[in-house]
């Protein structure tokens, strides 16, 4: 087995095995989104000046993204936009995950609870995902807070439906049995037993439920909910440019959309690769 | 048996379907109603008026009554078929939806049908031809499309195809300027293009990598083994052996995707000016048109529903595997 591995991986990293490959397709993927953050962060407010003699122009060595209608460099707004729907993202995944930990413990209790997560789930799964975020966003008052918390609490019923599966597994598992046997409280068991063994299906699912907070939170900026249209947002960035369509001025969508995309990519396969790692079935493939 | 069966599958999904709709109005009602945004200020737009106009108007839409009655008012009126009057349409929320909804059903019907053949027909040929050059192609065109925003394809292909290329309208359903007797099917048919195109090309993905999987799984097992062994190779064996088994959960599964194709036909609706239904809920909830906007919301509860009701007849009544088990049992 292994001397065919070995044959079949002569490329560019020909002497690396498979884990190294990963290790670094993640390190990697890590430090483009943590440069596009921190860079988001140190540009703070750069895009605003505004430099009307140099309005619209194609993309060139001195601005690659070209700029807009108002002469601003596309590739800093772009940079900008990026990494609030990071940072939105992360925020947004984190509360799913905490959410999903709750409703997944709560599910562990008992009969009743956990026909009540399953219900809440499929509450949450009958209205379209995007109509969903709109409803809550409006909710909350709209603007930035309400998108944001629209996003955060609708992410979690995929990633909780997988944890149920998860638990109920675990709940036929002997040692369970035994504990309770034992004498132990269900919620001791929920934390000491079932607990432990979620929290890397819970990280991964967290990981990559970015891309979807990420994607989501552009399409409802992009329709014009939420954030105001000072902010460098990807989603403001596209509709804006849907204005100048017609005057030919492509590269307005066409990168900031395209680094969208490649944000979204980095995370999946981020989230992919450390899956990979912790699955010990796929690790020797 | 079978006639039992059935009779409790209908009772079921109905009770399921009632109790959902209760549950869906309810709690979206009390969303909006937890909104600090004012419905009158949305009903007068930007217009000023006098606080004691306003009062008066606060008087007439009943703003201050408590909310319990205001659910029960609308309840009632929903019960009877009454949705109320969209406030940025100004007719019947009713009649809002029932044209709006022909059209996006139009598109979404038509780029499920275009997404579900192509998807599968992809995921056939990755998985009969898993590893090679073909293969990975496919994969990574499904893999960058999971990740691309709906919208920013359809700006792209507007941007190509509309703008550069001038073949296709830049958007509404129909030409500008012509009276509703005037548009042709062809009008009709050349405003749909784009934005089908668009979802479809989207729609692939989820499908194409199922089928792919699937496929996969069905070669290596016992019964295609002993197959080959027979002398059977190539399409055929993919044909009468794969084709068969992967067809049902993969419509399955398309069925259970309505909910995705939603979420997709706003955006895209929003980006071609299509005068849909996602395009009315964008509308109506950016200037707060309540009634309209839950209007939508049950209607698309509704749609969602019956999607996954499908995909559950498909699983319990059709799908020969079942059958043979409920048999043996």
Known sequence: MSTAVVTINKGLFGELNLRQKTLLIIGFTSLLLFTIVL????????????????????????????????????????????????????????????????????SSAGKTADSFVSWLVDLFLSIPHLLLIILISIGFGGGATGVVIGVALTHWPGLTRVVRAEIKQLKTQEYIH????????IWWIATKHILPHLIPQILLGTILMFPHAILHEASVTFLGFGLSPHEPAIGIILSESMRYLSAGYWWLAFFP??????VVLAFDMIGENIGKLMDPKNAHE | MKYKKLGIFIGKKTLKLISLLI???????WIVEQSPIDPVRAYIGEMSIQPEQKAKLDEYWGVNTPPQEKFLNWAENILKGDFGVSLIYRISVFDVIKERSIASLILMASSWLISGILGFVLGIIAGMKKGTWIDKII?????????????????????????????FPI??????????ENVTFFDKLQHLILPTITLSLLGVAQIAMFTREKLIEVLSSDYVLFAK??????????????????????????????????????????????????????????????????????????????GNLIADIIYEFIDPRIKQQEATI
């Open chain 1, 39 to 106: 860079s988001s962060v140190f540009l703070n407010g750069e895009s605003l000046p505004t430099n009307f003699g140099s309005r619209n122009l194609a993309p060139s060595l001195n601005h690659p993204f070209g700029t807009d209608w108002m002469g601003r460099d596309m590739f800093i707004r772009t940079l900008e936009g990026l990494g609030l729907s990071i940072v939105i993202g992360a925020f947004a995944s984190t509360i799913s995950a905490v959410l999903t930990v709750i409703l997944g413990l709560l």
């Open chain 1, 178 to 185: 035994i504990s309770r046997n034992l004498g132990k409280s």
């Open chain 1, 257 to 262: 959309g395209l680094s969208l995309l490649i």
């Open chain 2, 23 to 29: 549950v869906v109005c309810l709690a979206s009602f």
């Open chain 2, 139 to 167: 994969k990574t065109y499904c893999y960058i499309l999971t990740a691309t925003p709906t919208f920013w394809l359809a700006l792209i292909l507007l941007m190509v195809f509309s703008v550069n290329l001038g073949l």
């Open chain 2, 171 to 180: 958007g509404l359903g129909v030409p500008i300027g012509v009276t509703a």
């Open chain 2, 229 to 306: 062994a027979r002398g059977e190779k190539g399409f055929d064996l993919v044909l009468r052996h794969g084709v068969r088994n992967v067809a049902l959960p993969a419509i399955t599964l398309q069925f259970l995707g309505f909910s995705e194709l939603f979420g997709g036909a706003v955006l895209v609706e929003q980006v071609f000016s299509y005068p849909g239904i996602g395009q009315a809920a964008v509308a109506a909830g950016l200037r707060s048109d309540v009634p309209l906007l839950l209007g939508i919301v049950i209607f698309s509860a509704l749609f969602v529903f019956f």
